[in-house]
T-cell receptor, first 113, second 114 residues
Framework: KAGVTQTPRYLIKTRGQQVTLSCSPI?????VSWYQQTPGQGLQFLFE???????NKGNFPGRFSGRQFSNSRSEMNVSTLELGDSALYLC????????????FGSGTRLTVV | SQKIEQNSEALNIQEGKTATLTCNYT??????LQWYRQDPGRGPVFLLL?????KEKRKERLKVTFDTTLKQSLFHITASQPADSATYLC?????????????FGKGTRLHILP
């Protein structure tokens, strides 16, 4: 079966711009979560959506937001980009949270210049 | 503050031997502990999950132990192979409560030497 698909794979943006990243979960998975991965901080949880509702949120500023659609696809938006937002953004899906583990996509590599 | 630590940045193990990776944590009450493998340029791949009330779990050549008193998990790969070379991440997940939902260690890079 198809895995978790993230688009685009690479993105270069200018400081101050905004960006939208997309994630298509595995069919039947209703939970979608987003993570930021940097060499310094490692993998950090941004937020989780389940059935179109944000269920959990990490410790990131309000510039980071997301949403989930009725088909479980999810988007993440970062407004007013800063140089420090350069990172690998990963999306993961699961049937319902941790019990079955998370299936990650290959990520979107965002570079802010 | 919540903290999760994984042993040494890199671990070199001879092929055929058992690789043991450590994950320690403080100030966190996990319901689940998970181990992932990550290869360069790829997302993490789920390997094993163990619940707070479980002591050990196995899957093929993999074994995970979880000691909530010591606040430690050990991850073992037996009969290691060069293909096992990767970064291994430990993750703790909480349900409800005041802890962050999920936290990850920074990973241990494992090199299996032929």
């Amino acid at each position: 079966k198809a895995g978790v698909t993230q688009t685009p794979r690479y993105l270069i943006k200018t400081r101050g711009q905004q960006v939208t990243l997309s994630c298509s979960p595995i069919s039947g998975h209703r939970s979608v979560s987003w993570y930021q991965q940097t060499p310094g901080q490692g993998l950090q949880f941004l937020f989780e959506y389940f059935s179109e509702t944000q269920r959990n949120k990490g410790n990131f500023p309000g510039r980071f937001s997301g949403r989930q659609f009725s088909n479980s696809r999810s988007e993440m938006n970062v407004s007013t980009l800063e140089l420090g937002d350069s990172a690998l953004y990963l999306c993961a899906s699961s049937r319902d949270g941790a019990t079955y583990g998370y299936t990650f996509g290959s990520g979107t590599r965002l570079t802010v210049v | 503050s919540q903290k999760i630590e994984q042993n040494s940045e890199a671990l070199n193990i001879q092929e055929g031997k058992t690789a043991t990776l450590t994950c320690n944590y403080t100030n966190y009450s996990p319901a689940y502990l998970q181990w992932y493998r990550q290869d360069p340029g790829r997302g993490p791949v789920f390997l094993l999950l163990i619940r707070e009330n479980e002591k050990e779990k196995r899957k093929e050549r993999l074994k995970v132990t979880f000691d909530t008193t010591l606040k430690q998990s050990l991850f073992h790969i037996t009969a290691s192979q060069p293909a096992d070379s990767a970064t291994y991440l430990c993750a703790l997940e909480s349900i409800g409560g005041r802890d962050d939902k999920i936290i990850f260690g920074k990973g241990t890079r494992l090199h299996i030497l032929p």
